[in-house]
Every structure is written in C-alpha cells, then in structure tokens.
C-alpha cells in the first residue's frame, strides 16, 4: 500500500483500496484508542497541527491520535497568537514547519490551503479541513461508521438530510459512497440543493443518486440517515430559516417508520437538528462517529508516517 | 475566372495574424497580446465582422514584429477556441495552426472563488485543469472550483 509519505488533501486522492487499507487500520485501532492496548509505533515521530482557523475537535482528535501511539505533537491552535497574525503567508509557516516536524496537519479558512501547503512542503500534509473545501479525514470518520454498523459500505441506502450546497461534508460523502456502490437519496430543501457539478460528478460516476422531497418516503427502506447542520447565515430571513429547520429536525416520531438497524449520523456540533430524545434510542450513531474520528486518524497517521498497516 | 481578392488588411513582413476569432472578440484578443508591449514601429491591424465562410462572422488581428508566447495561447485559446494562429516571417506563413489548450493553464486566469488560496496573496499563480472541453469548464487545482466565464476572470 502506497499512502507512506503520501500527502491526504482530498478523498478524491484516495482510491477505493486505499480507503478500504484505512478502515481496515482504523479498525484495528479501536482498542488502542480506547486505552485498552498500548501500541507506540509513532514513537520518535513529531506532527504539527497547524490550526489556522479555531476547530477544538478536528484538533484533539488528531492530538490524541498522535499521542496514543506514542507520538508527538507541535500546535498552533489560534491563528491570533502565531506569526500568521503578523501577515506571514500560509507557504511561509508552511515551510518553516515542514523543517521542524515529520508531517503537517493543517486547518485553514481558505479553500485550496492544504493544496498550497503540500506544493510548498516536503513532508506529507494532511487536510483537516480548508475553509468550505474538503476535508477527507472526516470523511473516512463518516465511511468508518457505516462501515462498523454493517459490515459493508456497498450496497446500502444513504439518505444525505439538510444543507446539501455549503455542507462540504456532503460532497466529498457522495463521492465516497458513489465509489463504493450505495444509493444515494438527497432530501434538502430548494434553496440548499447539491450543486451541479456535484451531482454531474455523481452521474459521471454511474451512481445511483435520486432527490426525495419527503423525508418520510426518503427514511422508508433506508439505512442511514445522515444530518447536516442547516446554517442560519445561509437563509435571508429569519422565518424562512425557522420553517426549514423545522421541517428537518430528527425525532422518534420522526424515526418509528425507518428500519430498525437505521443509523442516524451528523458531523456535531448539531444546532437542534436532531432531538436529545434520540440520543439514548437504537438509531443514534453520531457519538460513536465522533469517536471513531480518533482511531481513523490514528490509521491515517500510522499509513502516512510508518507505512505500517497492522 | 476567381474574383479578384479585396485585401481589407495590408500583409505584414514579420509577425502574427489570428484569424478566425469569435465575432467582436477582437479586443479582447488585443488585450491579452498586450498592444502597450509592442515596439513603437510596429503596427497592429485590427479587423472586426468580416464576412466567413467557415463562421458567418469573425474577427481578425495582425500584430507586426511579435510572436505570442505559449501563455498569450493559452488565454486567446480559453476566449477564442476557434482561433487560428499564423506565424508571419519574411511575408510567409511560415506555420499555421489552431489554437489548443492544453490540459493545465497556469497563470492565465484567476480562480472565481474570492476564498480560494490562490487570491489571498500566496506566492502562486493560479492553475486550472480543463474539467470539459466542449464547452469549455475549467476547474481550479486548488479549491476545486468550475469556471466557464473567462473573460471576467483574465489576468
């Protein structure tokens, strides 16, 4: 498997196998993540994290990733207080970091960032998310998920709920799940459709991609249910926003006519999207997701750095 | 007998002609040859709506003593993909061919995305890589984002 050095921008980079090489790793690195074995093949290995836009969870996670298997970390965790606020490009702090760790994660408000940063950097790059461009390694976290609930990701019904145009998680999501062969049903309101490039994509693809306007005909059959914040910002009034929120907030009484294995997942913070109500049912997915974000990096980390997949 | 021709431009010793520009593209044509460039001597024929058999209507532009580099090809081939460009030397056409364009284009265009990092001051030109060809949609290799409207976004 080719991903040792390897820079991880996009998950368009990645092809089917080595996204498959990942959620094997990822898999296998649970226990280690979960304290309950130790495993230090990181040790010696420096990460820096630069986080040039605030994301407290994209950033611990990659932390405890790191140090879990006994690496360690170098941060910029507010832009504000790093050299960036005196007006330093991104190809400069890139450089000067590339010089003093072994790879480079990096989170940044523009799009095409982690792009630039790889051109300019001679260690791997990791994308933690480049303003409203891609962001892979939530991405695999997201695959990840359905992968453990069902042993597979081919196959399966995937309704995508709610912010379909900003939403960048969405998209790099589709074309994952294209890859692998699942249905896609797209339930948003108007306004927040999948743009079309996006679904040009998808069809050049060969998926299998169709639009539902009910959610309750979208849920029937389905077996995952995966929520998208909806951002007050993106509507021009108030009211227009509360009528579309609305209409896609997940509850039980949403939920009792979907299937019983249903997974609900969201990429958190969720903003009243789904109830609390059903947090402690059968279907709620989105912590074990945001767990499973550690041992997925963890994965990536060990396949990057070391080359080492078991 | 062939009707004899109407020269509506005068021949040129040395330099380039692009013929078969899209109708009343020609100024845009102009601007990425960059007119302010040429040598004080030199003389820039400009001829707009003339009659083609092959188009209806087109553009024509003859630039003396100038040869376009690869990126001016580039550009001119983004605005005006049915261009033809004749390398004039010693009054002969001395090489004739379409324009093309290639799979990458760097430094022609800006990216259309204001977020995009390539806008934000980084040492690096901007780089597009050709989503579709006909017609033509350009994507950014950076933010990934499709362009089809070039003529706001020349550099």
């Excluded at chain 1, 359905?146 to 998209?171: M, N, P």
Aim: some cysteine; charged content about 25%; overall charge neutral.
């Amino acid at each position: 498997m080719a991903l040792k050095g390897r820079d991880i921008i996009s998950i368009k980079d990645l092809s089917r196998e080595e996204i498959e090489e990942v959620l094997k790793v990822a898999h296998r690195m649970i226990p280690i993540a979960e304290g309950s074995k130790i495993d230090r093949r990181l040790d010696g290995v420096l990460l820096a994290l630069a986080f040039l836009e605030p994301s407290t969870r994209t950033r611990l996670s990659f932390d405890t990733a790191a140090q879990r298997l006994g690496g360690r970390t170098i941060t910029i965790a507010d832009p504000a207080t790093s050299s960036v606020a005196k007006g330093e490009t991104l190809s400069d702090t890139v450089r000067m970091l590339s010089g003093y760790a072994d790879a480079l994660v990096l989170r940044h408000p523009n799009e095409g960032a982690a792009r630039l940063a790889a051109q300019m950097s001679d260690k791997p790059v990791i994308n933690a998310g480049d303003g409203a461009g891609q962001h892979p390694t939530q991405t695999l976290t997201d695959l990840a998920t359905i992968q453990e609930a069902y042993g597979t990701l081919s196959g399966l019904r995937v309704v995508l709920l709610g912010d379909l145009k900003y939403g960048r998680t969405v998209h790099s999501l589709a074309h994952a799940l294209a890859l692998f062969g699942a249905e896609i049903i797209l339930v948003s309101p108007p306004s927040l459709k999948l743009p079309d490039e996006v679904t040009e994509h998808l069809d050049q693809m060969g998926a299998r991609v169709h639009e539902e306007e009910q959610l309750h005909r979208a849920l029937h059959d389905a077996d995952v249910l995966y929520v998208t914040r909806i951002q007050k910002e993106r509507f021009g009034d108030e009211t227009e926003y509360a009528k579309v929120a609305g209409s896609y907030r997940i509850d039980n009484a949403v939920l009792s006519g979907a299937k019983q294995r249903l997974i609900v997942m969201h990429p958190l913070p969720r903003l009243g999207e789904i109830a609390p109500e059903v947090d402690a049912g059968p279907h709620a997915a989105y912590f074990r997701q945001a767990f499973l974000g550690v041992p997925v990096r963890m994965g990536l980390l060990s396949l990057v750095l070391t080359g080492k997949g078991t | 007998m062939a009707a004899p021709r109407e020269l509506k431009i005068t021949p040129i010793k040395n330099g380039t002609v692009i013929d078969h520009i899209g109708n009343g593209l020609s100024l845009e044509v102009l601007r990425i040859i960059g007119v302010g460039d040429l040598d004080k001597d030199s003389t820039v024929s400009v001829a707009l709506h003339v009659r083609s058999q092959k188009m209806g209507w087109k553009d024509i532009v003859k630039v003396e003593n100038m040869e376009l580099s690869p990126r001016k090809v580039n550009a001119i081939a983004l605005i005006a993909p049915t261009a033809t460009i004749s390398i004039i030397r010693d009054y002969k056409v001395r090489e004739k061919r379409p324009v093309d364009l290639p799979e990458h284009i760097v430094g022609v265009a800006r990216c259309p995305n204001p977020n995009c990092i390539t806008n934000r001051g980084e040492p690096v030109e901007s780089e597009f890589e050709v989503a579709r060809r006909r017609p033509v949609v350009l994507r950014c290799v950076y933010c990934e984002r499709q362009m089809d409207d070039f003529l706001a976004h020349l550099i």
